[in-house]
């Protein structure tokens, strides 16, 4: 008992001094002089200008009509994940639907050919929801969007190479009419 209280009040002191230690005292900083005053000098007399000659009221400039001509949001093989340089074409397709805040969007969704028609068709609808969830996380109201999965039924290259089977797995924006 005897061995643990002087332990213990050892340990005490140690812990005491080193944070005695690790405070350390605050530098004390001169304040800077003050700014020098300057004696105000007497008025001086101003010169009216000339009249300007009125100016064309501006025309306000065009605004720019939206382009929803863009290029297909591509996926990954069985996937709706999207692919990284999908991104650009989804950041221009939010620029271009922020300057149309009442027009409404179909979105495509498609696959390529490998697997069942009922699982390219269930992909196809997981790839739109994928772009619509894009969408709306860059702030444009889900109502404005309608879903749409095409599965393999409508290619837009061959499925017979690898290349063209990239190609078909999409999701197409559309504007509804």
Known sequence: MNSTKNYFFSALIGLSALTMYSCKAKKLVAKPDPAPVSKPT?????????????KEPEKPAPVEKPNFNLDNIQFEFNSYVLKTASF????????????APDTKFVLNGHSSAEGTPEHNLSLSVDRANAVKSYFVNAGIDAAKFTIVGHGEKEPISSNATEEGRMLNR???IKVQN
């Open 42 to 54: 007497p008025p001086i007399e101003e010169k009216k200008p000339a009249p300007v000659p009125e």
């Open 88 to 99: 650009s074409v989804l950041d221009k397709a939010v620029a271009e639907m922020k300057k």
């Open 170 to 172: 999409r999701t197409d």
